[in-house]
C-alpha cells in the first residue's frame, strides 16, 4: 500500500484547510486509517483515527471538535478536515493505515504516508 498525503500549506490562525491521504496499491476498505503530526522537535503525536467503515472515529483532545476525519472508500482516500486552525497545529501531518481498529499507537500502523507540512501563522 502507497499513500500520498497532500492539501497542506500555509494558513491563517482561524482559517482552515482539508488534508487528503490517497491510497494505491491495494483497496485500503478494510484498513482503519489515522492521522498523526509532528512538529519540530517533538515526537509524533495522535490526530485522529478513523475505523474502515467511517462510523467510528476518535481524537485527541486537542483537536475535538476542530478537526474532522472522513474518508470516502470507493475513492480510496481519507481526509482530515481542519478549522479553527491555531498556530500549535503547525506540524507535518501523516496519514496512516493499519489492518484493523483505529489507534493513538503509531507504531502499530502498517503503512504511511509520506507528510505534508501545515503552517499556521499567527
Known amino acids: 500500500v502507497q499513500l500520498q498525503a497532500s492539501g497542506g500549506g500555509l494558513v491563517q490562525a482561524g482559517g482552515s484547510l482539508r488534508l487528503s491521504c490517497a491510497a494505491s496499491?491495494?483497496?485500503?476498505?478494510?484498513?482503519?486509517m489515522g492521522w498523526f503530526r509532528q512538529a519540530p522537535g517533538k515526537e509524533r503525536e495522535f490526530v485522529g483515527a478513523?475505523?474502515?467503515?467511517?462510523?467510528?472515529?476518535n481524537y485527541a483532545d486537542s483537536v475535538k471538535g476542530r478537526f474532522t476525519i472522513s474518508r470516502d472508500n470507493a475513492k480510496n482516500t481519507g481526509y482530515l478536515q481542519m478549522n479553527s486552525l491555531k498556530p500549535e497545529d503547525t506540524a507535518v501531518y501523516y496519514c496512516a493505515v493499519r489492518y484493523t481498529g483505529p489507534n493513538v499507537q503509531a507504531p502499530l500502523y502498517d503503512y504511511w504516508g509520506q507528510g505534508t507540512q501545515v503552517t499556521v501563522s499567527s
Open positions: 496499491g491495494r483497496t485500503v476498505s478494510s484498513y482503519a
Open positions: 478513523i475505523s474502515w467503515s467511517g462510523k467510528t472515529t
